[in-house]
Protein backbone atom coordinates (compact mmCIF):
# COMPACT_ATOMS: atom_id res chain seq x y z
CA UNK A 1 0.00 0.00 0.00
CA UNK A 2 1.48 3.06 -0.61
CA UNK A 3 1.43 6.32 0.70
CA UNK A 4 -1.25 9.34 -0.22
CA UNK A 5 0.18 11.68 -3.26
CA UNK A 6 -2.60 14.21 -2.48
CA UNK A 7 -0.01 16.71 -2.55
CA UNK A 8 1.96 17.68 -5.50
CA UNK A 9 5.70 16.44 -5.36
CA UNK A 10 8.42 18.94 -3.88
CA UNK A 11 11.47 16.66 -5.69
CA UNK A 12 11.05 18.34 -9.10
CA UNK A 13 9.35 21.65 -10.12
CA UNK A 14 10.11 25.22 -9.78
CA UNK A 15 11.93 25.68 -6.37
CA UNK A 16 9.89 29.24 -6.02
CA UNK A 17 6.90 27.91 -6.81
CA UNK A 18 6.30 25.47 -4.39
CA UNK A 19 8.08 27.59 -1.78
CA UNK A 20 5.16 30.08 -2.68
CA UNK A 21 2.33 27.68 -2.80
CA UNK A 22 3.45 26.16 0.27
CA UNK A 23 3.58 29.19 2.44
CA UNK A 24 0.55 31.28 1.31
CA UNK A 25 -1.41 28.54 2.90
CA UNK A 26 0.23 29.51 6.08
CA UNK A 27 0.14 33.03 6.53
CA UNK A 28 -3.60 33.25 7.24
CA UNK A 29 -3.00 29.92 9.39
CA UNK A 30 -0.15 31.63 11.45
CA UNK A 31 -2.51 34.92 11.61
CA UNK A 32 -5.44 32.34 12.89
CA UNK A 33 -2.43 31.26 15.80
CA UNK A 34 -1.59 34.88 16.69
CA UNK A 35 -5.53 35.58 17.20
CA UNK A 36 -5.54 33.24 19.60
CA UNK A 37 -4.36 35.71 22.32
CA UNK A 38 -5.62 38.50 21.42
CA UNK A 39 -8.80 37.46 21.20
CA UNK A 40 -8.69 35.80 24.66
CA UNK A 41 -6.87 38.74 25.86
CA UNK A 42 -9.96 41.30 24.70
CA UNK A 43 -12.76 38.96 25.59
CA UNK A 44 -10.76 38.66 29.64
CA UNK A 45 -10.25 42.33 29.74
CA UNK A 46 -13.83 43.10 29.86
CA UNK A 47 -13.81 41.18 33.00
CA UNK A 48 -11.57 43.58 34.66
CA UNK A 49 -8.11 43.91 35.84
CA UNK A 50 -7.71 40.97 38.04
CA UNK A 51 -8.67 38.56 35.90
CA UNK A 52 -6.89 40.19 33.09
CA UNK A 53 -3.42 39.92 35.66
CA UNK A 54 -4.20 36.50 36.25
CA UNK A 55 -4.03 35.51 32.84
CA UNK A 56 -0.78 37.31 32.05
CA UNK A 57 0.79 35.54 35.10
CA UNK A 58 0.32 32.13 32.67
CA UNK A 59 1.44 33.85 29.45
CA UNK A 60 5.54 32.40 31.18
CA UNK A 61 4.04 29.00 31.33
CA UNK A 62 1.90 28.83 28.50
CA UNK A 63 4.93 29.74 26.18
CA UNK A 64 6.98 27.30 27.84
CA UNK A 65 4.66 24.56 26.95
CA UNK A 66 4.18 25.84 23.31
CA UNK A 67 7.94 26.15 23.14
CA UNK A 68 7.72 21.77 23.35
CA UNK A 69 4.76 21.59 21.29
CA UNK A 70 7.00 23.32 18.11
CA UNK A 71 10.16 21.79 19.16
CA UNK A 72 8.47 18.41 19.02
CA UNK A 73 6.79 19.51 15.48
CA UNK A 74 9.87 20.40 14.33
CA UNK A 75 11.43 16.91 15.00
CA UNK A 76 8.42 14.79 13.37
CA UNK A 77 8.56 17.29 10.31
CA UNK A 78 12.29 17.25 9.92
CA UNK A 79 12.67 12.88 10.44
CA UNK A 80 9.17 12.67 8.33
CA UNK A 81 10.22 14.56 5.66
CA UNK A 82 13.71 13.27 4.97
CA UNK A 83 11.83 9.72 5.09
CA UNK A 84 8.99 10.59 2.98
CA UNK A 85 11.66 12.45 0.22
CA UNK A 86 13.67 8.98 0.37
CA UNK A 87 10.45 6.90 -0.87
CA UNK A 88 10.88 4.60 2.44
CA UNK A 89 6.96 4.57 2.88
CA UNK A 90 7.13 2.08 6.08
CA UNK A 91 9.28 4.47 7.92
CA UNK A 92 7.46 7.67 7.71
CA UNK A 93 4.55 6.16 9.07
CA UNK A 94 6.46 4.49 11.88
CA UNK A 95 7.61 7.69 12.96
CA UNK A 96 3.93 9.56 12.34
CA UNK A 97 2.93 6.74 15.12
CA UNK A 98 5.62 6.59 17.06
CA UNK A 99 5.87 10.70 17.46
CA UNK A 100 2.64 10.76 18.17
CA UNK A 101 2.93 8.25 21.37
CA UNK A 102 5.65 10.25 22.17
CA UNK A 103 3.75 13.90 22.37
CA UNK A 104 0.80 11.62 24.06
CA UNK A 105 3.44 10.58 27.06
CA UNK A 106 4.83 14.39 27.34
CA UNK A 107 1.76 15.56 27.22
CA UNK A 108 0.20 13.81 30.20
CA UNK A 109 3.69 14.32 32.33
CA UNK A 110 2.93 17.90 31.57
CA UNK A 111 -0.49 17.73 32.78
CA UNK A 112 0.03 15.53 36.17
CA UNK A 113 3.54 17.97 36.77
CA UNK A 114 1.42 20.75 36.07
CA UNK A 115 -1.59 19.90 37.82
CA UNK A 116 0.57 19.08 41.14
CA UNK A 117 2.72 22.44 40.89
CA UNK A 118 -0.16 25.22 40.02
CA UNK A 119 0.92 27.46 43.28
CA UNK A 120 4.21 26.67 44.08
CA UNK A 121 5.21 27.45 40.90
CA UNK A 122 3.23 30.96 40.01
CA UNK A 123 3.70 31.92 43.59
CA UNK A 124 7.71 31.96 42.40
CA UNK A 125 6.20 33.92 39.45
CA UNK A 126 5.29 36.41 41.69
CA UNK A 127 1.90 35.66 41.81
CA UNK A 128 -0.20 36.95 44.61
CA UNK A 129 -2.52 34.65 46.93
CA UNK A 130 -6.09 36.98 45.45
CA UNK A 131 -5.08 36.30 41.92
CA UNK A 132 -4.23 32.48 42.96
CA UNK A 133 -7.53 31.54 42.61
CA UNK A 134 -8.63 33.08 39.38
CA UNK A 135 -5.19 31.25 38.28
CA UNK A 136 -6.08 28.10 38.82
CA UNK A 137 -9.65 28.47 37.86
CA UNK A 138 -7.30 28.75 33.96
CA UNK A 139 -4.78 26.84 34.31
CA UNK A 140 -6.35 23.62 35.60
CA UNK A 141 -8.25 23.24 32.55
CA UNK A 142 -5.49 24.18 30.26
CA UNK A 143 -3.24 21.80 31.59
CA UNK A 144 -6.03 18.59 31.70
CA UNK A 145 -6.18 19.90 28.07
CA UNK A 146 -2.24 19.76 27.27
CA UNK A 147 -2.74 16.31 25.02
CA UNK A 148 -4.84 18.69 22.60
CA UNK A 149 -2.11 21.59 22.31
CA UNK A 150 0.85 18.96 22.08
CA UNK A 151 -0.31 16.38 20.04
CA UNK A 152 -2.42 17.86 16.82
CA UNK A 153 0.79 20.10 16.67
CA UNK A 154 2.96 16.51 15.83
CA UNK A 155 -0.18 15.85 12.96
CA UNK A 156 -0.20 19.10 11.79
CA UNK A 157 3.87 19.09 11.27
CA UNK A 158 3.55 15.43 9.69
CA UNK A 159 1.14 17.03 6.93
CA UNK A 160 3.38 20.09 6.06
CA UNK A 161 6.25 17.20 6.23
CA UNK A 162 4.15 15.60 2.90
CA UNK A 163 4.15 19.04 1.66
CA UNK A 164 -0.12 19.46 2.50
CA UNK A 165 0.35 22.99 4.21
CA UNK A 166 -2.57 24.03 2.54
CA UNK A 167 -4.91 21.58 5.00
CA UNK A 168 -2.81 22.58 7.78
CA UNK A 169 -3.80 26.03 7.13
CA UNK A 170 -7.22 25.38 6.80
CA UNK A 171 -7.36 23.83 10.19
CA UNK A 172 -5.37 26.49 12.04
CA UNK A 173 -7.99 28.96 10.18
CA UNK A 174 -11.15 27.31 11.54
CA UNK A 175 -9.93 26.44 14.88
CA UNK A 176 -9.44 30.10 15.69
CA UNK A 177 -13.05 31.44 13.82
CA UNK A 178 -14.29 28.97 16.57
CA UNK A 179 -12.68 30.24 19.18
CA UNK A 180 -13.92 33.82 18.29
CA UNK A 181 -17.44 32.32 18.12
CA UNK A 182 -16.49 30.08 21.64
CA UNK A 183 -15.01 32.56 23.54
CA UNK A 184 -17.54 34.94 24.77
CA UNK A 185 -20.67 32.10 24.92
CA UNK A 186 -18.58 30.70 27.63
CA UNK A 187 -16.61 33.66 29.26
CA UNK A 188 -20.24 35.83 29.55
CA UNK A 189 -22.50 32.65 29.69
CA UNK A 190 -24.25 33.39 26.51
CA UNK A 191 -26.85 31.30 24.55
CA UNK A 192 -27.93 29.48 27.95
CA UNK A 193 -24.48 28.56 29.07
CA UNK A 194 -23.18 29.18 32.28
CA UNK A 195 -20.98 32.54 33.27
CA UNK A 196 -17.52 30.74 33.37
CA UNK A 197 -15.84 34.03 32.65
CA UNK A 198 -11.37 33.72 32.76
CA UNK A 199 -12.21 29.52 33.27
CA UNK A 200 -14.10 29.50 30.33
CA UNK A 201 -11.48 31.42 27.89
CA UNK A 202 -9.43 28.43 29.28
CA UNK A 203 -12.13 25.84 28.54
CA UNK A 204 -12.93 27.33 25.30
CA UNK A 205 -9.30 26.98 24.19
CA UNK A 206 -9.18 23.34 24.84
CA UNK A 207 -12.13 22.76 23.17
CA UNK A 208 -11.62 24.17 19.45
CA UNK A 209 -7.73 22.43 20.43
CA UNK A 210 -9.83 19.30 20.66
CA UNK A 211 -11.23 19.45 17.19
CA UNK A 212 -8.09 20.36 15.63
CA UNK A 213 -6.84 17.07 16.93
CA UNK A 214 -9.55 14.96 15.69
CA UNK A 215 -9.29 16.95 12.53
CA UNK A 216 -5.70 16.55 12.04
CA UNK A 217 -5.82 12.75 12.90
CA UNK A 218 -8.72 11.94 10.80
CA UNK A 219 -6.84 13.26 7.46
CA UNK A 220 -3.38 11.75 9.10
CA UNK A 221 -5.58 8.10 8.93
CA UNK A 222 -8.23 8.08 6.59
CA UNK A 223 -7.10 10.76 3.89
CA UNK A 224 -3.01 10.27 3.81
CA UNK A 225 -2.86 7.12 5.43
CA UNK A 226 0.45 8.25 7.64
CA UNK A 227 -0.56 6.31 11.01
CA UNK A 228 0.29 2.37 11.19
CA UNK A 229 -0.71 0.50 14.21
CA UNK A 230 1.20 0.97 17.70
CA UNK A 231 4.26 -0.30 17.79
CA UNK A 232 4.73 -1.61 21.00
CA UNK A 233 8.58 -3.04 20.83
CA UNK A 234 10.72 -0.77 23.13
CA UNK A 235 13.71 -0.37 20.92
CA UNK A 236 11.85 0.62 17.62
CA UNK A 237 9.97 3.07 19.37
CA UNK A 238 13.24 4.47 21.14
CA UNK A 239 14.74 4.84 17.76
CA UNK A 240 11.47 6.51 16.09
CA UNK A 241 12.02 9.11 19.33
CA UNK A 242 15.97 9.75 18.61
CA UNK A 243 15.42 10.55 15.31
CA UNK A 244 12.56 13.20 16.27
CA UNK A 245 14.53 14.18 19.57
CA UNK A 246 17.66 14.89 17.95
CA UNK A 247 15.89 17.62 16.03
CA UNK A 248 13.30 18.53 18.45
CA UNK A 249 15.48 19.27 21.67
CA UNK A 250 17.23 21.97 20.18
CA UNK A 251 13.96 23.30 18.68
CA UNK A 252 12.48 23.48 22.13
CA UNK A 253 15.97 25.11 23.36
CA UNK A 254 15.80 27.36 20.59
CA UNK A 255 11.97 28.58 20.68
CA UNK A 256 12.63 29.36 24.93
CA UNK A 257 15.42 31.06 24.80
CA UNK A 258 13.41 33.99 22.41
CA UNK A 259 11.15 34.81 25.26
CA UNK A 260 13.60 35.03 28.02
CA UNK A 261 15.58 37.44 26.05
CA UNK A 262 12.42 39.29 25.59
CA UNK A 263 11.72 39.50 29.11
CA UNK A 264 15.64 40.54 29.71
CA UNK A 265 15.11 43.35 27.46
CA UNK A 266 11.46 44.73 28.62
CA UNK A 267 13.76 45.25 31.77
CA UNK A 268 16.31 47.57 30.15
CA UNK A 269 13.44 49.50 28.57
CA UNK A 270 11.78 50.01 31.60
CA UNK A 271 14.79 52.20 33.36
CA UNK A 272 13.64 54.61 30.84
CA UNK A 273 9.50 54.67 32.06
CA UNK A 274 6.38 53.56 32.06
CA UNK A 275 5.80 55.11 28.31
CA UNK A 276 8.90 53.28 27.28
CA UNK A 277 7.72 50.07 27.67
CA UNK A 278 4.19 50.21 26.35
CA UNK A 279 5.90 52.29 23.40
CA UNK A 280 8.10 48.99 22.24
CA UNK A 281 5.29 46.86 23.38
CA UNK A 282 2.95 48.46 20.43
CA UNK A 283 6.44 48.17 18.45
CA UNK A 284 6.68 44.65 19.01
CA UNK A 285 2.81 43.81 18.39
CA UNK A 286 3.06 45.31 14.92
CA UNK A 287 6.12 43.55 14.46
CA UNK A 288 4.72 40.22 14.20
CA UNK A 289 2.11 41.02 11.59
CA UNK A 290 4.82 42.51 9.51
CA UNK A 291 6.91 39.93 9.45
CA UNK A 292 3.92 36.92 9.07
CA UNK A 293 5.11 35.96 5.34
CA UNK A 294 9.06 35.13 7.02
CA UNK A 295 6.63 33.06 9.46
CA UNK A 296 5.15 31.16 7.08
CA UNK A 297 8.35 30.85 4.94
CA UNK A 298 9.76 29.30 7.43
CA UNK A 299 7.28 27.12 8.32
CA UNK A 300 7.25 25.35 4.82
CA UNK A 301 10.86 25.72 4.24
CA UNK A 302 11.60 22.75 6.43
CA UNK A 303 9.83 19.58 5.25
CA UNK A 304 10.80 21.21 1.81
CA UNK A 305 14.57 20.77 2.17
CA UNK A 306 14.10 17.47 4.50
CA UNK A 307 12.13 16.08 1.39
CA UNK A 308 15.41 16.75 -1.02
CA UNK A 309 17.49 15.58 1.15
CA UNK A 310 15.76 12.49 1.55
CA UNK A 311 15.79 11.97 -2.04
CA UNK A 312 19.18 13.39 -2.84
CA UNK A 313 18.26 16.50 -4.53
CA UNK A 314 21.53 18.14 -3.35
CA UNK A 315 21.28 21.07 -6.14
CA UNK A 316 17.78 21.91 -5.08
CA UNK A 317 19.43 22.43 -1.75
CA UNK A 318 21.94 24.70 -3.05
CA UNK A 319 18.79 26.53 -5.38
CA UNK A 320 16.85 26.92 -2.53
CA UNK A 321 19.56 29.12 -0.45
CA UNK A 322 19.95 31.41 -3.28
CA UNK A 323 16.00 31.63 -4.01
CA UNK A 324 15.58 32.52 0.16
CA UNK A 325 17.94 35.39 0.20
CA UNK A 326 16.89 36.98 -3.03
CA UNK A 327 13.02 36.46 -1.48
CA UNK A 328 14.59 37.95 2.05
CA UNK A 329 16.26 40.65 0.55
CA UNK A 330 13.42 41.89 -1.53
CA UNK A 331 10.55 41.52 1.01
CA UNK A 332 12.65 42.83 4.17
CA UNK A 333 13.67 46.10 1.63
CA UNK A 334 10.12 46.28 1.13
CA UNK A 335 8.91 45.82 4.55
CA UNK A 336 11.28 48.30 6.16
CA UNK A 337 10.36 51.13 3.23
CA UNK A 338 6.45 50.76 4.17
CA UNK A 339 7.01 50.84 7.99
CA UNK A 340 9.19 54.22 7.68
CA UNK A 341 6.43 55.60 5.88
CA UNK A 342 3.42 54.22 7.71
CA UNK A 343 4.83 53.61 11.08
CA UNK A 344 3.18 56.72 12.61
CA UNK A 345 0.03 56.31 11.55
CA UNK A 346 -0.26 52.67 12.77
CA UNK A 347 1.24 52.92 15.74
CA UNK A 348 -1.53 55.80 16.46
CA UNK A 349 -4.00 53.14 16.15
CA UNK A 350 -2.57 51.97 19.92
CA UNK A 351 -1.73 54.82 21.41
CA UNK A 352 -1.97 58.73 21.43
CA UNK A 353 0.44 59.52 23.74
CA UNK A 354 3.35 61.45 22.34
CA UNK A 355 5.55 59.76 24.48
CA UNK A 356 4.64 56.12 23.41
CA UNK A 357 4.16 57.42 19.85
CA UNK A 358 7.81 58.75 19.31
CA UNK A 359 9.68 55.39 20.53
CA UNK A 360 7.27 53.00 18.83
CA UNK A 361 8.01 54.94 16.01
CA UNK A 362 11.54 54.76 16.22
CA UNK A 363 11.80 51.47 16.69
CA UNK A 364 9.19 50.74 13.16
CA UNK A 365 11.81 53.70 11.09
CA UNK A 366 15.42 51.75 11.92
CA UNK A 367 14.55 47.88 13.10
CA UNK A 368 13.00 46.95 10.02
CA UNK A 369 15.74 47.93 8.53
CA UNK A 370 17.17 44.59 9.78
CA UNK A 371 13.83 42.45 8.75
CA UNK A 372 15.99 40.76 5.51
CA UNK A 373 18.53 39.25 7.99
CA UNK A 374 16.03 38.39 10.89
CA UNK A 375 13.68 36.50 7.99
CA UNK A 376 17.08 34.71 6.55
CA UNK A 377 17.81 33.17 10.17
CA UNK A 378 14.35 32.00 10.35
CA UNK A 379 14.68 30.34 7.27
CA UNK A 380 17.70 29.03 7.78
CA UNK A 381 17.19 27.35 11.21
CA UNK A 382 14.00 26.11 9.63
CA UNK A 383 15.89 24.35 6.87
CA UNK A 384 18.71 23.17 8.75
CA UNK A 385 16.33 21.50 10.69
CA UNK A 386 14.61 20.18 7.87
CA UNK A 387 18.18 18.76 7.24
CA UNK A 388 18.41 17.43 10.42
CA UNK A 389 20.92 19.31 11.28
CA UNK A 390 19.77 20.83 14.23
CA UNK A 391 22.73 22.21 15.81
CA UNK A 392 23.83 25.24 13.86
CA UNK A 393 20.13 26.50 13.89
CA UNK A 394 20.75 26.47 18.02
CA UNK A 395 23.91 27.91 17.53
CA UNK A 396 22.71 30.62 15.25
CA UNK A 397 19.62 31.41 17.57
CA UNK A 398 21.86 31.44 21.04
CA UNK A 399 24.70 33.41 19.06
CA UNK A 400 21.60 35.92 18.02
CA UNK A 401 20.18 36.20 21.83
CA UNK A 402 22.87 35.66 24.09
CA UNK A 403 26.11 36.32 21.81
CA UNK A 404 25.52 39.60 19.93
CA UNK A 405 21.76 41.06 20.73
CA UNK A 406 22.19 41.08 24.56
CA UNK A 407 25.79 42.60 24.74
CA UNK A 408 24.97 44.96 21.91
CA UNK A 409 21.46 45.93 23.58
CA UNK A 410 23.21 46.46 27.43
CA UNK A 411 25.59 48.50 25.75
CA UNK A 412 23.39 50.07 23.46
CA UNK A 413 20.96 51.27 26.10
CA UNK A 414 23.63 52.27 28.24
CA UNK A 415 25.42 55.13 25.82
CA UNK A 416 22.80 55.96 23.46
CA UNK A 417 19.27 55.18 24.75
CA UNK A 418 16.86 53.27 23.05
CA UNK A 419 18.07 54.60 19.59
CA UNK A 420 21.21 52.69 21.05
CA UNK A 421 19.20 49.27 21.71
CA UNK A 422 17.08 49.41 18.75
CA UNK A 423 20.31 49.93 16.86
CA UNK A 424 21.88 46.56 18.31
CA UNK A 425 18.56 44.74 17.45
CA UNK A 426 19.24 45.66 13.75
CA UNK A 427 23.05 44.91 14.55
CA UNK A 428 22.09 41.47 15.52
CA UNK A 429 19.37 40.49 12.96
CA UNK A 430 21.95 41.61 10.30
CA UNK A 431 25.16 39.91 11.72
CA UNK A 432 23.27 36.66 12.38
CA UNK A 433 22.00 37.35 8.92
CA UNK A 434 24.81 36.97 7.23
CA UNK A 435 26.63 34.16 8.98
CA UNK A 436 22.79 32.07 8.82
CA UNK A 437 23.98 33.05 4.67
CA UNK A 438 26.75 31.93 5.05
CA UNK A 439 26.72 28.56 6.90
CA UNK A 440 23.61 27.43 4.97
CA UNK A 441 25.16 27.81 1.67
CA UNK A 442 28.39 26.28 2.76
CA UNK A 443 26.82 23.23 4.41
CA UNK A 444 24.48 22.67 0.77
CA UNK A 445 27.52 23.32 -1.26
CA UNK A 446 28.99 20.83 0.82
CA UNK A 447 26.64 18.39 0.45
CA UNK A 448 26.87 18.73 -3.20
CA UNK A 449 30.38 17.93 -3.17
CA UNK A 450 30.17 14.69 -1.31
CA UNK A 451 27.47 13.32 -3.58
CA UNK A 452 29.54 14.37 -6.78
CA UNK A 453 32.34 12.43 -5.86
CA UNK A 454 30.24 9.41 -4.53
CA UNK A 455 28.88 8.86 -8.05
CA UNK A 456 30.42 6.22 -10.07
CA UNK A 457 32.00 6.88 -13.61
CA UNK A 458 30.09 7.17 -16.27
CA UNK A 459 31.75 4.32 -19.06
CA UNK A 460 33.25 6.15 -21.75
Known sequence: MSLSKSSPSLLEGSVSGHLQRLALPMVWGILAVMSFNIVDTYFVSQLGSAPLAAMSFTFPVVMVIN??????????????????????????????TDASVLALL????????????IRPLFSLLGASEELMPLIEDYMVPWYIGTIFVIVPTIALSALRAIGNSALTGRIMVGVALFNVILDPILIFGLLGFPRLELQGAAIATVIVRAISFFFAF??????ENLVAAPQWHFGTLV??????????????LTNVIIPMAGGVVVALVAVHGDEAVAGLGVALRIEPVALI?????????????????????????RETVSVLARFCLILGTGLAVLLYLIGEPVVRLFSDSPEVIAVAVAYLSLVPFSYAGYGFVMSANAAFNGLGRPLPATMISFLRVLGIYLPLAWVGNYFWGMTGLFAATAASNLLLGALSWWWLRHDTSKRSAEVDTTEPLSAS
Not at 68 to 96: M, W
Not at 106 to 117: H, M, N, Q
Not at 218 to 223: E, S
Request: hydrophobic share 50%; net charge positive; no cysteine.
Open 106 to 117: ISLLITVAGLLS
Open 67 to 96: SFSIGLGAGTSSAVARAYGAGDVGNVRRLV
Open 218 to 223: YYLIRR
Open 293 to 317: IFYALSAVVGPFMGQNAGAGNTHRL
Open 239 to 252: ESWRKVLAVGLPAV
